[in-house]
């Protein structure tokens, strides 16, 4: 099936030290999301790729940084995690940028800062 | 800016009781509406869709109507069943600039717990 995959499912890291969020589809589409989502919260965008073209949220911090080196895969990187990062990470696609496209999400990565 | 309004949870039902979750919206333009749930553990699911006044999106039983005159898209469904249990985001993807863009703006979420 196609789907969006996200690597890995939990992610432990140390304050302080950079991590890497993986993830991959198999849908072939053209715009890649990544949200962070806090406990109770709702997702919040940080960015996202149409295509190879980035575009970063106005309040997401420097801290946060993505990379798309093809169609299928996107890293989310965090430089120097802070406990305030603690959340879950969630990668979504979608065909277009149109606002009728739904985007299709992957299971997340639940990352700990310890 | 956008925003989303939705009825604050949690909201616990009994099996084949009827549901109503509330969702306000707050948008330039015309924007497109969606329910989104998260089951426990697990990403977001599109659950249904419209993308212009009046539509009525449907799935699973689930229903919400598209109402621009109290810009509302409130959730529905007649018999609730356990595995409904989850919880429910009501999103927006509205104009920005005047270009297409499908950034959602979502709102808080309701938690729904089903007993047998």
């Known amino acids: 099936d196609a789907m969006v995959i996200q690597n890995p499912r939990y992610q432990v890291t140390q304050f302080g030290k950079p991590v890497t969020l993986s993830c991959s589809q198999t849908l072939n589409h053209n715009v890649m999301y990544w949200y962070q989502q806090k406990s109770s919260q709702a997702p919040k965008l940080l960015f996202h790729?149409?295509?190879?073209?980035?575009?970063n949220e106005a309040d997401t911090p420097d801290n946060f940084q993505s990379r798309r080196p093809n169609t299928s895969f996107c890293f989310l990187d965090i430089r120097s995690p802070g406990l305030g990062d603690a959340a879950m990470y969630l990668c979504?696609?979608?065909?277009?940028?149109?606002?009728?496209?739904?985007?299709?999400f992957g299971p997340g990565t639940r990352l700990t800062v310890l | 800016g956008d925003s989303v309004t939705q009825m604050e949870g949690p909201v616990t039902l009994s099996e084949e009781a009827f549901l109503t979750i509330n969702c306000t919206y707050t948008?330039?333009?015309?924007?497109?509406l969606f329910w989104y749930v998260q089951y426990p553990g697990e990403g977001l699911q599109l659950l249904l869709k419209?993308?212009?006044?009046?539509d009525k999106g449907s799935n699973k039983g689930f229903e919400a109507t598209y109402r621009k005159e109290t810009t509302s898209f409130h959730l529905e469904k007649g018999s609730v069943q356990v595995s409904d249990s989850a919880v429910y985001f009501c999103?927006?993807?509205?104009?920005?600039?005047?270009?297409?863009?499908?950034?959602?703006?979502f709102g808080q979420g309701t938690i729904l717990t089903v007993h047998p």
């Open positions: 979504a696609t979608s065909r277009g940028e149109g606002t009728y496209n739904e985007q299709f």
């Open positions: 419209a993308t212009k006044a009046d």
């Open positions: 790729y149409y295509d190879k073209d980035f575009n």
């Open positions: 948008a330039t333009g015309y924007p497109s």
């Open positions: 999103a927006l993807a509205a104009n920005a600039g005047g270009t297409s863009y499908g950034k959602l703006t």
